[in-house]
């Protein structure tokens, strides 16, 4: 017989295990849901806002300076702007020099009877944009030697301009490569796809050749370009890596190319690497501005005295917005001095200043608000610790103030460098198409290329137009033209424009 008491026992036993069970689980479920909460507090603590660092403690005169600091001025907090005319609506005329293919369409009867006697009534003209694809073309000159009757010696007339002897392109052909590759930044292995397509098959190693004979012929030009600078009293520099391939290296190397740059013309160098020595060395024989970042690599040029400072407020303008996340109030009240700056510059530019109507102008409306930025640094510096992103902004305007107003007294010196900077926009498309240069030599001969070709974006004339200009008196029929190096340049095409 079964015993009812082991059974009952037994079973009482087994629900105290599920009860202990059960609590067990839930106290599991409750430290589950702590976790999670935490967990989610932790992300929205990481992407919400940090809240401003607090200052540390100022007292005595450090703390009356601060409460006392130049207020923002109203320019740069807001800006009244005139109402603006609303853009022109509809079509836009085409470009009237452009080539016109015409068709002239008559109806051969009338639409609703047949009749085929019609007489002209009303004329409807439509112009639309149209693309033709680009010809690739054989040139073929053909030379008649003759005999002369009189002492009966042969005259072969001369053939017509050429970037070098015996080349196979003409100079249309190479200014149309040299711009593909160094304006448009199209890599030469799409360019031998495209002529392949077209029919054209042409080996990579010929293409190069042609940008290597190119260069060449342009590198006086460059030179002359070099000397030009050197002998003006404003020049801005910046620079960017380019890798390049050196024999015996397991990897490319990275090298540094720099662009010096004023109104008149613009040149590109290539150097292994960034030292202060290369920099120093090229500017010896210049006495003027130079408008740089401020790296330490520039101090030898700075300290002979000949070359003067001048900093680049864009970089400023770009420490105060990044300090906005942990001093909001602060950086923008920094910022709001460097914006009214820009602001005033902009208005002399509308106004088409130059020279000393410029420099009245900068001293009348800037000169203020640099004064006002300067103690506005001072009165602030004291309340914020040295890691914070607004310390950096503030002590980058106390250690540079001379080289970053420089331009107030000068009309050749730009408020920044930002021109420059934007010239390095090509270099860095042309970097990721292209990779590395191949050799040395191939990434002097770019610096040469790219030089000619942001000279003429600079003086503003087509970069394939001037090329061609320039391949034929550059190149067989040179001796023909009897032009100096002065009269070949992109500001001497540009004044053969009219």
């Excluded at 059960?22 to 603590?45: D, G, M, P, Y």
């Excluded at 009749?115 to 010809?135: F, R, Y």
């Excluded at 060449?216 to 009293?233: E, F, M, V, Y």
Aim: proline share 7%.
């Amino acid at each position: 017989m079964l015993d009812v008491a082991a059974l009952q026992q037994e079973n009482a036993a087994l629900r105290a295990q599920i009860v202990q069970l059960i609590e067990t689980v839930a106290k599991l479920n409750e430290r589950v849901a702590e976790l999670l909460a935490v967990a989610q507090r932790n992300q929205r603590k990481s992407t919400a806002p940090k809240p401003p660092m607090p200052p540390p403690p100022v007292e005595g005169d450090a703390k009356l300076a601060f409460e006392a600091r130049p207020k923002p001025p109203e320019l740069a907090q807001k800006t009244k702007e005139k109402k603006k005319r609303p853009p022109p609506t509809g079509r836009k005329p085409l470009p009237p020099h452009l080539p016109a293919e015409e068709h002239a369409l008559k109806p051969d009867a009338c639409e609703h009877c047949g009749s085929t006697a019609l007489d002209a009534a009303d004329e409807v003209v439509e112009e639309k944009l149209h693309v033709v694809k680009e010809h690739q073309r054989r040139r073929v000159v053909k030379r008649t030697t003759c005999r002369c009757r009189a002492c009966g010696e042969r005259t072969t007339p001369r053939s017509l301009p050429a970037p070098y002897e015996r080349s196979k392109v003409t100079c249309d052909w190479l200014a149309w490569l040299v711009v593909s590759k160094f304006q448009l930044l199209t890599p030469l292995d799409r360019l031998r796809r495209d002529l392949k397509e077209r029919g054209v098959p042409m080996a990579m190693g010929t293409l190069v050749s042609f940008i290597e004979r190119a260069a060449d012929l342009l590198a006086p030009i460059d030179r002359l370009h070099w000397k030009q600078l050197l002998a003006s009293a404003w020049m801005a520099t910046d620079g960017t890596g380019l890798k390049v391939l050196i024999p015996g290296l397991p990897a490319a190397h990275n090298g540094y190319v720099e662009l010096y740059r004023n109104l008149a013309c613009a040149v590109f160098q290539y150097e292994a690497d960034k030292a202060s020595e290369h920099v120093a060395g090229k500017l010896q024989a210049f006495c003027g501005t130079l408008t740089a970042d401020a790296e330490h690599r520039f101090n030898d040029v700075y300290a002979s005295g000949r070359v003067i400072e001048a900093g680049c407020n864009a970089h400023g303008r770009r420490k105060f917005r990044d300090a906005e996340d942990t001093q909001p109030v602060l950086a923008a009240e920094g910022g709001a001095f460097v914006a009214a700056m820009y602001a005033a510059e902009a208005r002399a530019h509308e106004l088409d200043l130059v020279g000393d109507a410029l420099v009245a102008h900068r001293r009348r409306f800037i000169r203020p608000l640099a004064e006002q930025l300067e103690r506005w640094c001072d009165a602030v510096a004291p309340t914020l610790l040295p890691s914070e992103p607004l310390m950096t902004a503030v002590r980058y305007y106390q250690r540079h103030k001379a080289a970053l107003f420089r331009f107030i007294d000068d009309a050749n010196v730009p408020i920044d460098n930002s021109a420059t900077e934007r010239e390095f926009q090509n270099v860095a498309k042309l970097r990721l198409n292209a990779l590395f240069a191949g050799s040395t030599e191939a990434a002097h001969r770019a610096c040469v290329l790219l030089g000619i070709i942001a000279t003429c974006r600079t003086v503003g004339v087509p970069a394939q137009a001037y090329l061609t200009w320039a391949f034929e008196r550059l190149g067989t029929h040179r001796d023909v033209f009897g032009l100096r190096l002065e009269d070949m340049t992109p500001a001497a095409f540009k004044k053969t424009l009219g």
